[in-house]
């Protein structure tokens, strides 16, 4: 990345959306942020929290809407086998940093979905089996402003389907996404 304030911005239903850092889904050098993100989730490195954090919050004090925002909302884990949830144990310390709260529980997911990360299934159909995934808890974020936080982003299903649902079900008035990075196929640069 080229420069850490501008980030990869991310395309979406949302009112704001950026990615720290992208990588190649197939290409196997890593950026400093994505080796450290895959040493946190692949190998338990549980030390990586700490500088992703401080990456994301330098990123944060950059974004005018920072002083606005009501809370972080991390995206429900896919994987719940994990010991701890490296998107959750990153919102915990970016929250602390810059001083908001992080809602866990406000969004839940509400049936399990398949792996779909490299499974080789479309935007399209990632979408679909996204349909009624996730639900909102309450009206705890009605006319907030929130930031909606990911590790990974791979096509936006996801973050769209999310943002659709705080929308719509949750009366959110702005919904702001972050991602530690955004997977690219091609070789190009921030």
């Not at 490296?86 to 399990?112: F, R, S």
């Amino acid at each position: 990345m080229k420069n850490n304030t501008s980030g990869k911005v991310l395309y979406g239903n949302w009112k704001g959306g950026w990615a720290l850092d992208q990588h190649m889904s197939k290409f196997p050098n890593r950026t400093e942020i994505g080796e450290m993100l895959y040493q946190l989730k692949y190998n338990k490195d549980k030390s990586k929290i700490e500088p992703l954090a401080n990456k994301a919050f330098e990123f944060m004090k950059t974004r005018l809407v920072t002083k606005w925002l009501f809370c972080i909302v991390p995206v429900p884990p896919s994987d719940n086998s994990r010991a701890f949830q490296p998107v959750i144990e990153i919102a915990k310390l970016l929250g602390k940093k810059l001083n908001i709260t992080v809602n866990y529980d406000c969004l839940q997911k509400n049936k399990n979905t398949e792996f779909m990360k490299d499974n080789f299934i479309s935007a399209n159909e990632k979408e679909q089996k996204l349909k009624g995934v996730f639900k909102i808890k309450d009206q705890t974020l009605k006319n907030k402003k929130i930031l909606l936080f990911d590790d990974v982003c791979q096509t936006g299903s996801t973050l769209k389907e999310i943002t659709k649902v705080l929308y719509d079900e949750g009366n959110v008035e702005n919904v702001y996404a972050l991602t530690i990075t955004k997977t690219t196929t091609k070789k190009d640069s921030i």
